[in-house]
């Protein structure tokens, strides 16, 4: 499966695709704000396990590779997966020299209109650090809403959702 929006391409994570993510979440830059800090080999592959556990559930679905359409340089993971009847999650990461440049906008931006088209979820709903004000930003920009704080593996969580009905 390969979908495009403008400037990206995206197509799931595969097994082979295991040194892209290694190069994603061992950087602790874009680790800062989804675990903390840069995950070991062994959470790393133990997260890309899961990952590809989502693919293979959902042929529509899953975790992305995010490459520039010009160029196909690896940018990072956009992800739209299922979490329950009639709800999806959406999410991305982006490699630090891709930051600034609008990407997690049109990631978030044509996988919304991607859920919309399937036409299966309600609901979507995506978890930000609340220190990470670019991407809270980038969420509002597509008028998700905070609904609930918490936690998410013992970081501070703001769950944003946006209705689809």
Do not use: C
Request: a neutral charge.
């Amino acid at each position: 499966m390969k979908l495009q929006s403008k400037r990206l391409t995206f197509t799931r994570y595969a097994p082979a695709d295991l040194p892209l993510y290694l190069q994603l979440v061992s950087d602790a830059r874009v680790m800062e704000h989804i675990a903390g800090r840069a995950l070991t080999g062994e959470e790393a592959r133990a997260r890309f396990e899961k990952a590809l556990s989502f693919n293979a559930k959902d042929g529509e679905t899953g975790n992305f590779k995010a490459h520039t359409r010009e160029g196909g340089r690896y940018i990072g993971l956009a992800k739209l997966t299922v979490a329950g009847e009639g709800e999806a999650e959406i999410g991305y990461a982006l490699l630090p020299e891709f930051w600034g440049q609008q990407y997690a906008t049109e990631i978030v931006d044509y996988f919304v209109a991607y859920a919309r088209r399937l036409n299966r979820f309600r609901r979507l709903f995506a978890i930000v650090d609340p220190g990470n004000p670019p991407s809270i930003r980038v969420l509002e920009k597509f008028a998700f809403q905070p609904y609930q704080e918490g936690e998410i593996d013992g970081l501070p969580a703001v769950y944003y959702e946006l209705l689809l009905v």
